[in-house]
T-cell receptor, first 111, second 119 residues
Framework: RKEVEQDPGPFNVPEGATVAFNCTYS??????FFWYRQDCRKEPKLLMS???SGNEDGRFTAQLNRASQYISLLIRDSKLSDSATYLC????????????FGTGTKLQVIP | EAGVTQFPSHSVIEKGQTVTLRCDPI?????LYWYRRVMGKEIKFLLH????????ESGMPNNRFLAERTGGTYSTLKVQPAELEDSGVYFC?????????????????FGPGTRLTVL
């Protein structure tokens, strides 16, 4: 089983739709969680950190479920510019700086 | 503010040759990371520098890869000799703080990557 798993998609959604992605992780000692966004042939960029209580940034909401070992990303009112690959990133505990990336979920927002 | 820069953007070499990739982190960022993404796979950690010291090089695939960060500024990643399976995109990233601090200070900023093709 992979350390971090994501549905590769693609998720094709119309503009204005709400879409959600999940990411599961296998290491129960994982401490920090992030969502990165990567546009085609570009570098990953931090979208948001994921906090235990869940957090929201505009149209984006991130949730953490430690019991089931997954994090989620919800995008409301999808825009064409949201089309990208969304990478789940997980860091283990103990001041350990090595992180594990998921393969990413591709989102295509359609006019 | 200038972001993380990498050179070259593309490199095509033959198996057995040597290639050196360069990364210039954001000024003031003590933490510098190298990552690699091979075709169809996830981005994988290679190593982490804090200033000029290698903090963690557990992700380096084998001894054909050598990373340096002289003076704690820019870093180089040398592959010698290159093999076909080394093809991929090599990303460098830098941060002020460590990942576990969270937020913008802890989460690295990535460079545009170097696309390496070994023929």
């Amino acid at each position: 089983r992979k350390e971090v798993e994501q549905d590769p998609g693609p998720f094709n959604v119309p503009e204005g739709a709400t879409v959600a992605f999940n990411c599961t992780y296998s290491n129960s000692a994982s401490q920090s969680f992030f969502w990165y966004r990567q546009d085609c042939r570009k570098e990953p960029k931090l979208l948001m950190s994921v906090y235990s209580s869940g957090n929201e940034d505009g149209r984006f909401t991130a949730q953490l479920n430690r019991a089931s070992q997954y994090i989620s990303l919800l995008i409301r009112d999808s825009k064409l510019s949201d089309s990208a690959t969304y990478l789940c990133v997980v860091r283990a505990s103990g001041g350990y700086q090595k992180v594990t990336f998921g393969t990413g979920t591709k989102l295509q927002v359609i006019p | 503010e200038a972001g993380v820069t990498q050179f070259p953007s593309h490199s095509v070499i033959e198996k057995g040759q040597t290639v050196t990739l360069r990364c210039d982190p954001i000024s003031g960022h003590d933490n510098l990371y190298w990552y690699r993404r091979v075709m169809g796979k996830e981005i994988k950690f290679l190593l982490h520098f804090v200033k000029e010291s290698k903090q963690d090089e557990s992700g380096m695939p084998n001894n054909r890869f050598l990373a340096e960060r002289t003076g704690g500024t820019y870093s180089t990643l040398k592959v010698q000799p290159a093999e076909l399976e080394d093809s991929g995109v090599y990303f460098c990233a830098s941060s002020q703080d460590w990942w576990d601090r969270g937020g913008l200070a802890g989460s690295p900023f990535f460079g545009p990557g170097t696309r390496l093709t070994v023929l």
